[in-house]
């Protein structure tokens, strides 16, 4: 089964604006949600976090460039990222954890999710 499905992607010029999607079969309401990436040669890096009470968490690299969001009405999660820079360039993975609790801390551990989309694909032009 596919639990998430990211889209969104494409390209995008320095300084613009593209939101992600991630739709979920299973239900997000309690979920810790997370949007991972990652570049050629590069590892999975975190960059933002949602907990079931909408409290959020961000890789320092995107604060106060992309927002993480949910509706819950859709089952569906969002990443908007405004003033994107060419160093944004990567797969970004939606991921979700159904059971148990979120941490901070969890930016850095993408084994703690346990479902992950296919991917979508986010260029830069300059």
């Known amino acids: 089964q596919r639990i998430l499905e990211e889209s969104g992607g494409g390209s995008v010029q320095a300084g613009g604006s593209l939101r992600l999607s991630c739709s979920a079969t299973?239900?997000?309401?309690?979920?810790?949600m997370a949007w991972f990436r990652q570049a050629p040669g590069k590892e999975r890096e975190g960059v933002a976090l949602?907990?079931?009470?909408?409290?959020?968490h961000y890789a320092d690299s995107v604060k106060g460039r992309f927002t993480i969001s949910k509706d819950s009405a859709k089952n569906t999660l969002y990443l908007q990222m405004n003033g994107v820079k060419p160093e944004d360039a990567a797969m970004y993975y939606c991921?979700?954890?159904?059971?148990?609790?979120?941490?901070?801390?969890?930016?850095?551990?993408?084994?703690?999710?346990?479902?992950w989309g296919q991917g979508t694909q986010v260029t830069v032009s300059s």
């Open positions: 991921a979700a954890r159904f059971l148990g609790v979120c941490s901070d801390g969890y930016i850095y551990d993408p084994g703690r999710f346990g479902s």
């Open positions: 299973g239900y997000m309401g309690s979920a810790c």
């Open positions: 949602l907990y079931n009470t909408d409290s959020t």
